[in-house]
C-alpha cells in the first residue's frame, strides 16, 4: 500500500544567489542569470557633506545617480546596491537604490540623489553600483515549497565586503 505524508516533500525546492557583478560607477543592470537588462546605472556624482536636517551628525555621502533604459509601462523597474567604497575598494556602506523613486528627466532617464551613511567618511575614494536587479525577489522554499526556490539577487554587500 502506498500512502502521501502532508508532511513529505515530493518538490525538489532549491534557493541560489546570483554571483555579485563587477561594480563600477557606470553599469549595465542585469537579470539573476547576469543577461543585460537593456538599462543603464551612473552616479553622476557624489560627495561629502553634512544632511541638510541632520547637519550635527557630520559629514554623509550624497550622490546623484541616473537611471537609462527603464520601461515606465507598469513595472516597478529595475534597482541596483550603491556603496562607497575606500581605496581598496572595501565597502564603507552600502544601499539599495529604486529606478521607481527617481525623477523622470526630458530625454527620458531617470535621476535623484540619496545619501550614505558610513562610520569613517573621510575613507571614501569612491561611490559605486553593483549591476545585479536587486527588484526581482521570487519566493524562497521556506516561503512556498511547491512554488518558491530558484536564483535570486546576491545580497547587499555590507561593511568590510571586498567589491
Known amino acids: 500500500m ?15 544567489r546570483a554571483q555579485r557583478g563587477e561594480a563600477g560607477v557606470r553599469v549595465q543592470v542585469e537579470n539573476t542569470s547576469g543577461q543585460p537588462l537593456g538599462v543603464t546605472a551612473e552616479v553622476v556624482d557624489w560627495r561629502l557633506e553634512p544632511h541638510p536636517q541632520v547637519p550635527s551628525d557630520g559629514d554623509r555621502v550624497h550622490f546623484h545617480y541616473r537611471y537609462e533604459g527603464v520601461s515606465t509601462g507598469g513595472m516597478s523597474g529595475p534597482a541596483v546596491d550603491v556603496c562607497a567604497v575606500d581605496d581598496e575598494r572595501v565597502a564603507l556602506g552600502c544601499q539599495t537604490v529604486h529606478s521607481s523613486g527617481s525623477w ?4 527620458g532617464a531617470l535621476t535623484g540623489d540619496r545619501w550614505l551613511v558610513v562610520e569613517d567618511s573621510e575613507q571614501v575614494a569612491e561611490v559605486l553600483l553593483i549591476p545585479n ?13 511547491k512554488d518558491g526556490g530558484g536564483t535570486h539577487p546576491p545580497e547587499t554587500p555590507r561593511r568590510g565586503d571586498q567589491l
Open 104 to 107: 523622470p528627466e526630458p530625454d
Open 2 to 16: 502506498f500512502a502521501l505524508s502532508g508532511c513529505t516533500s515530493l518538490w525538489g525546492c532549491t534557493d541560489t
Open 133 to 145: 536587479d536587486q527588484s526581482y525577489e521570487p519566493r524562497t522554499c521556506e516561503q512556498d515549497m
